[in-house]
């Protein structure tokens, strides 16, 4: 098949790519003309594992383009995998959204399938047909499209597996041969263990909300019951395994920590309280979602002045990992951003390694902050420093040298927000070791 994907981002990088990977003929266009020079060099603009080789060996079918009307030329598909990002109040901006459609609408030279990748408030579709048509009118044209709905669930750090080996692909069409289309589209991405879920667009532009919103309520469920946890003297790690062993309930996702980040569930979360809003319904188990997890990103920060103090001037920090999940240099929402923020406002100063993510903390989310130092090592990071702080689980920090850390530390203090460690042995090493929902220390704050 001839298909363009518009939006050179996780989604629609990674999708291209995969699509290629299956045979097709792929053209990738982005108005960014510094991103696509770079990638018609090789370069990716994301760092993602897996998929910079995906790039190189699919070279042939892949093109990278800035100009959509080049990939229309020859391509039927189009698929919109640009930004919804937060608008001020919240819900999803679609102008990037509809800022395509149009330009589907004015380059499109034969019938058109235009496929909405990007998540997509409920009824978008209907806004990217008017888009589309509205062009097709203006240009005196009767040309013919289909508008379908197929939202990616693809996981950074994982994208390329995930987008490749599918749990499940959703479509949302409202014409037999839209969905046929799509059937064979996907038919090859689907011979192992994926499921082809085809609906009605409406459901399938939903079914993303959920989806994200479903896992970001499970991973605020978990962080509130850590908080009473450390209330009634409970360890969270335990009452994880205990309830996970029901199958009903399964072991994924209930992980506490210093709360979720992110491009997807902080937005999601934040876009669908929006839309129920607007349509008259207060989602109130959403409110408190988002409402937990802001408050769990300064569990750290609260533990860390309950033992130093509210002014942590004269005070070192170490903190390993500054993205918002390992394997992925994304810092959006990332709980980093939180905590280094209390730390340094209190007069602290902080010492960060994180083994992909120093570049996009330096250049965009702490370029004013000058009580960061960078360093190239995990074990750099922490000499002359009081106590390290894990924020990100990357495998490199999962079973560090715990004499060094000793050894380069001033006090041998740790605050765990992954709880990563285990708590008897450090503790027998001459740790203090923090962890997240366990022993008696839950402060409120603010
Ligand atoms: C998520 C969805 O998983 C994916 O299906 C969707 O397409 C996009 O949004 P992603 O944002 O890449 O993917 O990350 P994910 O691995 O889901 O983690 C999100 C956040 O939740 C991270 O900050 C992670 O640290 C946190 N998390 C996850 C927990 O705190 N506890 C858990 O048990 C799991």
Same mark, same amino acid.
Request: with cysteine; glycine share 10%; aromatic share 8%.
């Given at each position: 098949m001839k298909i363009a994907v518009v939006g050179t981002g996780y989604v629609g990088l990674v999708s291209g790519t995969c699509f290629a990977e299956m045979g097709n003929d792929v053209w990738c266009v982005d108005k960014d003309e510094e991103k696509i020079a770079g990638l018609q060099n090789g370069v990716i603009p994301i760092f993602e594992p897996g998929l910079k080789e995906l790039v190189q060996k699919n070279s042939d079918r892949l093109r990278f383009v800035t100009d959509i009307s080049e990939a229309l030329q020859e391509a039927n598909i189009c698929f919109i995998a640009v930004g919804t990002?937060?608008?001020?109040? /919240?819900?999803?901006?679609?102008?990037a959204v509809l800022a395509v459609a149009s330009s589907i609408g004015k380059a499109m =030279? *034969?019938?058109?399938?235009?496929?909405?990748?990007?998540?997509v408030p409920v009824g978008t579709s209907r806004k990217v047909r008017q888009a589309i048509q509205h062009e097709l009118n203006l240009r005196g044209s009767n040309l013919t499209f289909d508008v379908i709905s197929n939202p990616e669930f693809l996981k950074e750090g994982?994208?390329?597996?995930?987008?490749?080996?599918?749990?499940? !692909?959703i479509v949302g069409t409202d014409t037999d041969k839209a969905a046929r289309l799509m059937s064979d589209l996907y038919k090859p991405f689907l011979r192992s263990t994926g499921r082809l879920? @085809?609906?009605?667009?409406?459901?399938?532009?939903?079914?993303?909300?959920?989806?994200?919103?479903?896992?970001?309520?499970? !991973?605020?469920?978990?962080?509130?019951?850590?908080?009473?946890?450390?209330?009634?003297?409970?360890?969270?790690?335990?009452? *994880?395994? %205990?309830?996970?062993?029901?199958?009903?309930?399964?072991?994924?996702? !209930?992980?506490?920590?210093?709360?979720?980040?992110?491009?997807?569930?902080?937005k999601d979360v934040q876009a669908l309280i929006r839309?129920?809003?607007?349509?008259?319904?207060?989602? *109130?188990?959403? @409110?408190?979602?988002?409402? =937990?997890?802001?408050? @769990?990103?300064?569990a750290l920060p609260r533990r860390i002045v309950a033992r130093y103090g509210e002014s942590l001037t004269g005070l070192h920090f170490t903190c390993w990992g500054l993205s918002f999940k390992p394997d992925t240099d994304d810092m959006r929402c990332a709980a980093s951003l939180v905590i280094i923020d209390e730390l340094t406002k209190r007069g602290a100063k902080v010492h960060a390694y994180d083994p992909q993510a120093?570049? =996009?903390a330096r250049t965009i989310y702490f370029r004013d902050n000058e009580s960061i130092e960078y360093f190239d090592g995990k074990y750099d990071a922490l000499k002359g420093c009081d106590a390290l702080i894990l924020i990100t689980e990357w495998k490199?920090?999962?079973?560090?040298?715990?004499?060094?850390?000793?050894?380069?530390l001033r006090e041998p203090v740790i605050f765990d927000g992954r709880n990563q460690y285990e708590a008897?042995?450090?503790?027998?090493?001459?740790?203090?070791?923090? @962890?997240? %929902?366990? /022993?008696?220390?839950?402060?409120?704050?603010?």
């Open positions: 990002p937060p608008g001020e109040d /919240g819900s999803a901006d679609l102008s =030279v *034969r019938h058109m399938f235009v496929v909405d990748k990007s998540t994982t994208a390329v597996h995930d987008c490749l080996l599918p749990d499940r !692909i879920l @085809q609906m009605d667009i409406a459901s399938a532009e939903m079914t993303k909300y959920a989806a994200n919103c479903m896992l970001a309520t499970k !991973i605020s469920f978990i962080n509130e019951i850590a908080n009473i946890c450390e209330l009634v003297g409970a360890d969270v790690n335990k009452v *994880r395994m %205990g309830i996970g062993s029901d199958p009903r309930i399964g072991y994924s996702f !209930i992980f506490p920590g210093c709360g979720y980040g992110g491009s997807c569930f902080p839309t129920s809003g607007g349509l008259g319904y207060d989602a *109130r188990i959403l @409110q408190a979602v988002e409402a =937990v997890n802001e408050s @769990q990103k300064l120093e570049k =996009v490199e920090f999962r079973s560090p040298d715990f004499e060094r850390i000793k050894e380069c008897e042995s450090l503790q027998e090493m001459g740790f203090e070791y923090h @962890q997240i %929902g366990v /022993g008696d220390n839950f402060v409120e704050w603010r």
